[in-house]
């Protein structure tokens, strides 16, 4: 046993939180899912460094390190780095032509091609794949729930790995990233109007499962309902310190299709 399933075991979910879970599904019309971490696990244990690297390579090469505070220089996180040149941009007040703009534009296509790259390897390696999840996607078309996507991910990475795990006609939409605005990511909760928008669903009629802070924050601003995915007792520990007021850490709970509406 692995010590992330050991801290998975550990971490106390509930059988409460479970059928509260089940009961809260049995009464949405549309579920909205994160896509790393509730889906798979698209930049594994630190993976997404060499995409952070090289953003910060073209960031010095342009000429505007000086835009990236120690926080941008170390994070593995790529998006730390997107978001502090979307910052510098929008204080400088000048037109898209601008050269922190045409940076800001290079950026988003590395960061979409690495996702795009991390999707397939994630949709050929099992381990990456979130323990039951499959099932669970099947389980809530078959009870005639619409499903949806909300990433800070470009959704063309969302779209990839669900296209070769054959799971993509289960999805409604797949929204991510904007492009032109990385500001707009969560917890903003652009991404989530976008996808209730796309699906025709009110906020009251929906859940979103999501594993992270920003996740949590944003169901809230959209007015939401929120369902916290924790695979370790790390995860889990952040949720609740978000204020999840309910948290899973299993699926298959979830899957089995044996609750009524």
């Known amino acids: 046993m692995t010590r992330e399933q050991a801290d998975a075991q550990d971490a106390p979910a509930g059988a409460d939180a ?18 790393d971490g509730p889906i798979c696990r698209l ?32 994070d593995t996180d790529p998006h730390l780095v ?27 296509e590395r960061v979409t091609a690495g996702g795009l790259a991390a999707a397939e390897r994630a949709a050929a390696h099992p381990q990456w794949h979130t323990p039951s999840v499959d099932a669970l996607i099947r389980t809530l078309a078959d009870r005639g729930v619409r499903m949806a996507v909300v990433t ?31 500001g707009l990511m969560k917890p903003d909760p652009d991404v989530l109007v976008r996808a209730l928008d796309a699906v025709g669903v009110a906020p009251e ?23 916290g995915y924790g695979r370790d007792a790390r995860t889990v520990r952040a949720l609740r310190r978000a204020r999840a007021d309910l948290v899973v850490t299993s699926y298959p709970p979830l899957a089995d299709g044996a609750w009524d509406r």
């Open 152 to 182: 800070d991910n470009s959704p063309l990475a969302a779209e990839a790995h669900l296209g070769r795990r054959g799971l993509l006609e289960y999805f409604a939409t797949a929204q991510g990233r904007h492009p032109d605005d990385p």
């Open 82 to 108: 997107l978001r502090a040149v979307h910052r510098a941009r929008c204080a400088e007040g000048r037109p898209g032509s601008s050269s922190l703009a045409r940076l800001l534009r290079v950026l988003e």
């Open 43 to 74: 930049f594994p244990d630190g993976a997404s460094r060499p995409v952070a690297d090289e953003l910060r390579d073209l960031v010095d090469a342009s000429g505007a390190g000086h835009l990236l505070g120690a926080a941008e220089r170390a």
């Open 18 to 35: 479970f059928a509260e879970v089940r009961r809260r599904l049995a009464r949405v019309r549309c579920v909205l899912f994160d896509f």
């Open 205 to 227: 009629d929906a859940v979103m499962i999501g594993d992270t802070d920003a996740d949590v924050r944003a169901a809230a601003r959209a007015g939401v309902p929120f369902v």
